[in-house]
Protein backbone atom coordinates (compact mmCIF):
# COMPACT_ATOMS: atom_id res chain seq x y z
CA UNK A 1 0.00 0.00 0.00
CA UNK A 2 1.27 3.71 -0.92
CA UNK A 3 0.32 6.72 1.19
CA UNK A 4 -2.44 9.14 -0.39
CA UNK A 5 -2.69 11.77 1.30
CA UNK A 6 -5.80 13.25 3.61
CA UNK A 7 -9.56 13.37 3.40
CA UNK A 8 -11.98 15.38 5.29
CA UNK A 9 -13.06 12.29 6.60
CA UNK A 10 -10.12 12.02 8.41
CA UNK A 11 -10.06 15.29 9.77
CA UNK A 12 -13.90 14.44 11.21
CA UNK A 13 -12.58 12.09 13.82
CA UNK A 14 -12.10 14.26 15.94
CA UNK A 15 -15.76 15.41 16.02
CA UNK A 16 -16.82 12.19 17.12
CA UNK A 17 -18.27 12.55 20.57
CA UNK A 18 -16.87 9.44 23.13
CA UNK A 19 -13.73 8.51 23.78
CA UNK A 20 -14.10 4.69 22.73
CA UNK A 21 -16.41 5.83 19.60
CA UNK A 22 -13.56 8.32 18.55
CA UNK A 23 -10.93 5.83 19.06
CA UNK A 24 -12.45 3.21 16.46
CA UNK A 25 -12.96 6.38 14.09
CA UNK A 26 -9.97 7.24 13.87
CA UNK A 27 -7.78 3.52 14.54
CA UNK A 28 -10.38 2.74 11.24
CA UNK A 29 -9.84 5.82 9.50
CA UNK A 30 -6.53 7.68 10.12
CA UNK A 31 -3.85 5.14 11.77
CA UNK A 32 -3.34 3.15 8.59
CA UNK A 33 -2.59 6.45 6.67
CA UNK A 34 -0.10 7.18 9.67
CA UNK A 35 1.60 3.76 9.38
CA UNK A 36 1.99 4.02 5.44
CA UNK A 37 3.37 7.81 6.03
CA UNK A 38 5.84 6.64 8.45
CA UNK A 39 7.26 3.79 6.89
CA UNK A 40 7.58 5.99 3.59
CA UNK A 41 9.11 8.80 4.95
CA UNK A 42 11.50 6.94 6.91
CA UNK A 43 14.02 6.28 4.78
CA UNK A 44 14.58 9.94 3.76
CA UNK A 45 14.23 11.21 7.04
CA UNK A 46 17.46 8.64 8.00
CA UNK A 47 19.01 9.72 4.62
CA UNK A 48 19.06 12.92 5.68
CA UNK A 49 20.10 12.70 8.87
CA UNK A 50 23.33 10.30 8.71
CA UNK A 51 21.54 7.38 10.67
CA UNK A 52 18.53 5.17 10.42
CA UNK A 53 15.34 6.82 11.88
CA UNK A 54 12.23 4.73 13.08
CA UNK A 55 8.80 5.88 12.79
CA UNK A 56 6.13 5.80 15.66
CA UNK A 57 2.45 6.33 15.66
CA UNK A 58 0.74 7.41 18.14
CA UNK A 59 -1.47 4.99 20.41
CA UNK A 60 -3.19 6.76 23.01
CA UNK A 61 -2.72 4.06 24.91
CA UNK A 62 -3.21 6.02 28.49
CA UNK A 63 -6.28 7.86 27.72
CA UNK A 64 -8.79 6.45 30.33
CA UNK A 65 -11.76 9.29 29.81
CA UNK A 66 -11.12 11.94 27.74
CA UNK A 67 -11.02 11.16 23.63
CA UNK A 68 -7.63 12.82 21.95
CA UNK A 69 -7.66 15.62 19.82
CA UNK A 70 -5.59 15.12 17.68
CA UNK A 71 -2.93 12.05 16.23
CA UNK A 72 0.74 11.85 14.96
CA UNK A 73 3.38 9.73 13.80
CA UNK A 74 6.41 11.14 15.24
CA UNK A 75 10.18 9.93 13.88
CA UNK A 76 12.95 9.34 15.90
CA UNK A 77 16.80 7.67 16.38
CA UNK A 78 15.40 5.61 18.91
CA UNK A 79 13.83 2.34 17.61
CA UNK A 80 11.58 1.60 20.73
CA UNK A 81 10.17 4.86 21.44
CA UNK A 82 10.41 9.03 20.57
CA UNK A 83 9.41 11.01 23.28
CA UNK A 84 12.77 10.69 24.95
CA UNK A 85 14.70 12.46 21.69
CA UNK A 86 14.48 15.37 19.49
CA UNK A 87 12.03 14.17 16.98
CA UNK A 88 9.97 15.07 13.75
CA UNK A 89 6.19 14.88 13.47
CA UNK A 90 3.35 14.35 10.99
CA UNK A 91 -0.49 15.05 12.95
CA UNK A 92 -3.46 16.36 12.87
CA UNK A 93 -5.82 18.45 14.68
CA UNK A 94 -9.65 18.72 13.65
CA UNK A 95 -8.53 22.13 11.77
CA UNK A 96 -4.86 21.22 9.95
CA UNK A 97 -1.88 18.84 9.50
CA UNK A 98 0.95 19.71 11.54
CA UNK A 99 4.68 19.10 9.77
CA UNK A 100 7.05 19.35 12.31
CA UNK A 101 10.37 19.33 14.42
CA UNK A 102 9.97 19.17 18.21
CA UNK A 103 11.41 18.77 21.83
CA UNK A 104 8.86 17.60 24.02
CA UNK A 105 8.80 17.78 27.88
CA UNK A 106 10.76 15.09 29.37
CA UNK A 107 12.95 14.60 26.00
CA UNK A 108 16.13 13.84 27.86
CA UNK A 109 17.95 16.80 25.07
CA UNK A 110 15.99 19.71 26.50
CA UNK A 111 18.96 21.21 28.23
CA UNK A 112 20.88 21.25 25.24
CA UNK A 113 18.57 22.41 22.43
CA UNK A 114 17.77 24.98 24.91
CA UNK A 115 21.22 26.41 25.10
CA UNK A 116 21.92 26.19 21.41
CA UNK A 117 18.93 27.75 20.82
CA UNK A 118 19.85 31.06 23.07
CA UNK A 119 23.11 30.77 21.58
CA UNK A 120 21.90 30.73 17.57
CA UNK A 121 18.81 33.18 17.74
CA UNK A 122 20.09 35.14 14.86
CA UNK A 123 20.98 32.28 12.99
CA UNK A 124 17.70 30.50 13.49
CA UNK A 125 15.61 33.55 13.29
CA UNK A 126 17.13 33.99 9.75
CA UNK A 127 16.60 29.85 8.55
CA UNK A 128 12.97 29.29 9.70
CA UNK A 129 10.94 30.66 7.20
CA UNK A 130 7.90 33.29 7.75
CA UNK A 131 5.22 31.04 7.21
CA UNK A 132 6.39 28.27 9.67
CA UNK A 133 5.17 28.41 13.36
CA UNK A 134 6.27 27.68 16.67
CA UNK A 135 4.69 26.46 19.88
CA UNK A 136 5.77 25.48 23.29
CA UNK A 137 2.86 23.11 23.99
CA UNK A 138 2.02 19.72 21.78
CA UNK A 139 -1.45 19.71 23.16
CA UNK A 140 -2.45 23.29 21.83
CA UNK A 141 -3.29 23.46 18.19
CA UNK A 142 -2.61 27.59 18.14
CA UNK A 143 1.34 28.71 18.00
CA UNK A 144 2.99 31.84 16.21
CA UNK A 145 4.32 32.41 12.85
CA UNK A 146 7.94 32.61 12.75
CA UNK A 147 7.40 35.92 10.65
CA UNK A 148 5.46 37.27 14.13
CA UNK A 149 8.35 36.23 16.57
CA UNK A 150 11.25 38.42 17.57
CA UNK A 151 15.07 37.55 18.37
CA UNK A 152 13.90 38.21 22.07
CA UNK A 153 11.15 35.80 21.78
CA UNK A 154 12.78 33.15 21.03
CA UNK A 155 15.93 33.99 23.73
CA UNK A 156 12.66 33.72 26.29
CA UNK A 157 11.55 30.26 24.67
CA UNK A 158 15.23 29.24 24.95
CA UNK A 159 14.41 30.08 29.25
CA UNK A 160 11.52 28.30 29.61
CA UNK A 161 12.77 25.55 28.42
CA UNK A 162 15.49 25.37 30.02
CA UNK A 163 14.21 26.28 33.27
CA UNK A 164 10.56 25.25 33.24
CA UNK A 165 10.34 21.15 33.78
CA UNK A 166 6.97 20.92 31.79
CA UNK A 167 8.26 23.35 28.71
CA UNK A 168 8.75 22.16 25.15
CA UNK A 169 8.90 23.07 21.92
CA UNK A 170 8.01 22.79 18.39
CA UNK A 171 8.18 24.47 15.07
CA UNK A 172 7.11 23.50 11.78
CA UNK A 173 4.29 24.14 8.97
CA UNK A 174 0.71 24.00 9.42
CA UNK A 175 -1.82 22.99 6.54
CA UNK A 176 -5.30 24.38 6.77
CA UNK A 177 -7.87 21.06 7.06
CA UNK A 178 -9.81 22.18 3.76
CA UNK A 179 -6.60 22.72 1.28
CA UNK A 180 -6.35 20.46 -1.42
CA UNK A 181 -2.81 19.53 -1.31
CA UNK A 182 -4.23 17.04 1.39
CA UNK A 183 -5.22 14.91 -0.44
CA UNK A 184 -2.90 14.89 -3.39
CA UNK A 185 0.19 12.40 -2.71
CA UNK A 186 2.73 14.60 -5.05
CA UNK A 187 2.33 17.16 -3.72
CA UNK A 188 1.70 16.16 -0.21
CA UNK A 189 4.81 14.02 0.26
CA UNK A 190 7.76 16.23 -1.33
CA UNK A 191 6.02 18.96 0.69
CA UNK A 192 6.47 16.81 4.38
CA UNK A 193 10.21 16.12 2.92
CA UNK A 194 10.83 19.51 2.44
CA UNK A 195 9.61 20.97 5.47
CA UNK A 196 12.12 18.54 7.19
CA UNK A 197 15.23 19.77 5.04
CA UNK A 198 13.98 22.86 6.26
CA UNK A 199 13.74 21.65 9.86
CA UNK A 200 16.87 19.65 10.03
CA UNK A 201 19.11 22.51 11.42
CA UNK A 202 17.15 22.47 14.45
CA UNK A 203 17.08 18.85 14.94
CA UNK A 204 21.33 18.68 14.40
CA UNK A 205 21.22 21.65 16.89
CA UNK A 206 19.42 19.77 19.88
CA UNK A 207 22.25 16.77 19.88
CA UNK A 208 25.15 19.52 20.56
CA UNK A 209 26.34 20.22 23.90
Not at 83 to 95: I, Y
Not at 151 to 180: F, P, Q, Y
Request: aromatic share 10%; hydrophobic share 40%.
Amino acid sequence: MTFTGFTKQDFDVFNVPGLEQRMEALIANVRPKLEILGTEIAPFLSAICGEEIFPHVAKHARRKVNPPKDTWVAWSANKRGYKALPHFQVGMFESHLFIIFAVVYDCTNKLQFAKQLQAHTNSINKLVPDQFYWSMDHMDPSGTLHSEVTKSDLEAMAKKLATVKKAEILCGLRIDNHDSILQNREELLPLIQSTFEQLLPLYKLSFKN
